[in-house]
């Protein structure tokens, strides 16, 4: 669906973007990352034909960024947006509708599939920051678009709403809508994309799934170790590098040391009344890879 070969974006001599590839597939959610300045702006304003190439080739299913052709297959959100505030939800996406083609009465059904039913006679200026992006995502979803770019889609999103979206997100996913999402949330896009691309001074460092840059980063994993009261002193014995956090003992290991771990603790038996293996987080993987990539 999307198709990124070689761009490259330059402004004088300075490189926004350097020779960067991407691609992603019908149905495929791939997440954006990279501190301010990496890039993904200039990426996204390219994909959605804001911007010309320095060099290098965008299509988004075969068509030129920016055609009608692949204006009528993208849709986008952008992080801060903004509607007229004397307009209700409803007239909004009544416009949007219009400047689509489409038929207003298509509008009651996008605002109760992004939860705002009971709020499309209201004023935009009495919404919040969540309802309002709550209507860019209405208009975002007309005409069932084939490609989504949105960028910080859940800024001013509660938790449950964070939720609703990204269900949201996995159904369109699995008619094949193709996603592309910038975030600096990174536990949320953690568990709900299939691939994450690094940016990091205009240039690509990482793309994979997670499991593929956790391997990558090769990063210890933390095991946490709860113990049987009165058993601590025969576990410190067994596991001498173990630091305390209170009633838990922590003791980091690679990846390759995970099975002689595992052994060590089903030697101990009943003095371990539980215990949690947790891998490094996607904000420790980007933070490693971005300084190396640095």
């Known amino acids: 669906m999307l198709q990124i070969s070689n761009l490259t974006k330059r402004y004088g001599g300075q490189a926004a973007l350097d020779n960067v590839d991407l691609s992603i597939a019908p149905g495929e959610r791939v997440a954006l990352l990279g501190h301010n300045g990496a890039g993904k702006s200039t990426l996204m304003k ?32 952008p992080e801060n947006i903004a509607f007229h505030p004397a307009l209700t939800g409803r007239e909004q996406i009544h416009h949007f509708l219009r400047l689509r083609g489409r038929s207003a009465q298509e509008a ?13 006679r209201r004023r935009i200026g009495t919404y919040s920051k969540g309802m309002r992006q709550r209507v860019g995502l209405a208009q975002a979803l007309i005409g069932s678009p084939a490609l ?10 509660d938790p449950v709403s964070r939720r609703e979206f990204y269900a949201l997100l ?13 975030s600096h949330a990174l536990s949320e896009v953690e568990v709900r994309t299939d691939r994450i691309a690094i940016l990091s001074k205009g240039r690509k460092v990482a793309d994979g799934s997670l499991s593929k840059l956790r391997s990558g980063a090769d990063l210890p994993l933390t095991v946490h170790i709860h113990p049987r009261q009165g058993c601590s002193p025969q576990i410190v014995s067994v596991f001498p590098e173990a630091r305390h956090a209170g009633e ?30 947790l891998p490094p987080s996607l904000d420790d993987i980007y933070v490693q890879i971005s300084r190396s990539a640095a």
Do not use: H, N, W
């Not at 009651?108 to 499309?120: E, H, I, R, T």
């Not at 603790?265 to 009344?273: F, K, N, P, R, S």
């Open 148 to 157: 989504m770019v949105l960028d910080e889609p859940t800024t001013g999103l």
């Open 46 to 77: 390219m994909v959605l034909g804001l911007l010309p190439p320095s060099s290098g080739t965008l299509t988004i299913a075969g068509y030129a960024p920016g055609s009608r052709s692949a204006r009528d297959l993208t849709a986008y959100l």
């Open 170 to 182: 996995d159904e369109l996913a699995s008619r094949g809508t193709a996603i592309l999402m910038s």
């Open 108 to 120: 009651d059904g996008l605002l109760a599939k992004v939860g705002l039913a009971d709020a499309a």
């Open 248 to 277: 838990i003992l922590i003791v980091d290991c690679m990846q390759a040391d995970k099975l002689g771990i595992l052994a060590r603790i089903a030697a101990l038996g009943d003095m371990i009344q539980d215990f949690d293996i």
